[in-house]
């Protein structure tokens, strides 16, 4: 199973901008970002295909949160820009190997890094 460790995060004013990163041990096939707040479920943010880089967003993200990764392919970026008071959650990285917004999709995840906008 892979290992993760998230890194970024932290606290901004409503559009500004933050940076998740996550290290994997491994070369997973697909690697993704999820989001929870507390009560609601987790939700699948953006997806991608380590080796091709074809990326996948959730629609409530498109045009504002973009994923990259590095040359090793084992660290995944997710720059988040224009940030709003609903972007507010808990983020997790997540490996596995089917390249959807699935939760069920991913055996592998991190410990969760904390993201909150205020308006």
């Known amino acids: 199973q892979v290992q993760l460790m998230e890194s970024g995060g932290g606290s901004v004013q409503s559009g500004g901008s933050l940076s998740l990163s996550c290290a994997a041990s491994?070369?997973?096939?697909?690697m993704a970002w999820f989001r929870q707040t507390l009560g609601k479920e987790l939700e699948g943010v953006a997806v991608i295909n380590v080796a091709g880089g074809g990326t996948a967003y959730d629609h409530s993200v498109e045009g504002r949160f973009t994923l990259s990764q590095d040359n090793t392919k084992t660290t995944l970026f997710l720059r988040m820009n224009h940030l709003r008071p609903d972007d507010t959650a808990m983020y997790y990285c997540?490996?596995?190997?089917?390249?959807?917004?699935?939760?069920?999709?991913?055996?592998?995840w991190g410990q969760g890094t904390q993201v909150t906008v205020s308006s």
């Open positions: 997540a490996a596995g190997d089917t390249c959807n917004l699935l939760r069920r999709s991913f055996s592998s």
């Open positions: 491994g070369h997973p096939r697909c």
